[in-house]
């Protein structure tokens, strides 16, 4: 018999493969099932109970759940559906796992967004109470979101050491062989031990190189665990200011500055023939 269209959410993996059937018998409640193989998926609550008996099997077929039993029939014993509530917790969470693989923010600002993602989500201070109740605390989800994170991000054990694969840009690796760009440099200067590092393509340099006027900020939140400050020096396209070199700063000291700022200029001299004026 067909029991209707199949309907998914996001898995741990981020994957579409975790089967949600509503109850016809209880208001409120689904019944959670996770993908085995290409067409069956088992009752997550029934896999999860600690005594033994059955594990209620589900077939899905051409997007259609298909069987000779009603899904609701033949779970184990101590089987419960799952509440609406705890799958808007779930929801919640892979949201959250998806912002760390995507955006690359780090697991605590990922997991402190969606944290505050419930106030703004619920209107109920009650509502809003119970989701973060239920809400995994950071410790248990840190892991995952690091996983997620080095998925789609390039991970850097040691930060004074900036792998290779960081030290170009995202324009040199996906533009062909004998293009300009191709391989283009990000790295422009490692200083201190890898302790100041600046980055900039040609690209970048030639747009501050031309622009009349210069800005520059310091920033201390956005900073990595291992540097002090973010400094970033805009400059200006027509009457458009933009970010064109980023460093990480050890410290705010005249001596850090001076190496900094010479390193643009050294890089200058060797692109330009001279520092501009």
């Not at 923010?105 to 109740?133: D, G, H, L």
């Not at 979101?145 to 080095?150: G, S, V």
């Not at 500055?257 to 692109?271: D, G, N, P």
Request: aromatic residues 10%; proline residues 4%.
């Amino acid at each position: 018999m067909d029991y209707g269209k199949a309907k998914f959410m996001l898995n741990k993996q981020l994957k579409n493969q975790l089967l949600l059937i509503p109850s016809e018998r209880y208001s409120g409640v689904r019944h959670k099932f996770h993908k085995r193989n290409e067409k069956c998926y088992r009752c997550a609550s029934c896999a999860s109970c600690k005594t033994l008996g059955k594990n209620r099997i589900i077939t899905v077929s051409d997007g259609r759940i298909v069987g000779t039993k009603h899904p609701e029939d033949g779970h184990h014993i101590n089987c419960r559906p799952v509440t609406k509530e705890s799958l808007e917790v779930l929801q919640i969470d892979r949201e959250m796992l998806s912002v760390a693989r995507v955006s690359g923010k780090r697991s605590i600002e990922a997991y402190t967004e969606a944290m505050s993602s419930i106030s703004k989500r619920f209107k109920s201070s009650a509502k809003q109470n119970a989701t973060v109740a239920q809400f995994p605390g950071y410790s248990e989800v840190r892991r995952q979101l690091n996983r997620h994170r080095a998925e789609a991000h390039i991970p850097v054990p040691n930060p004074f050491d900036i792998p290779e694969e960081l030290r170009t840009t995202m324009r040199g690796k996906s533009i062909e062989e004998g293009d300009e760009h191709f391989q283009e440099r990000f790295l422009l200067y490692s200083g201190q031990n890898g302790r100041v590092l600046v980055f900039a393509a040609d690209t970048e340099l030639q747009t501050l190189y031309n622009s009349e006027y210069i800005i520059c900020d310091g920033t201390f939140e956005m900073a990595p665990n291992s540097s002090y400050q973010l400094y970033t020096i805009h400059g200006f396209i027509g009457k458009e200011g933009l970010a064109l070199i980023w460093a990480l700063l050890p410290n705010k000291i005249k001596t850090t500055y001076i190496e900094l700022f010479t390193s643009i200029s050294e890089a200058f001299l060797v692109r330009f023939g001279n520092v501009g004026q």
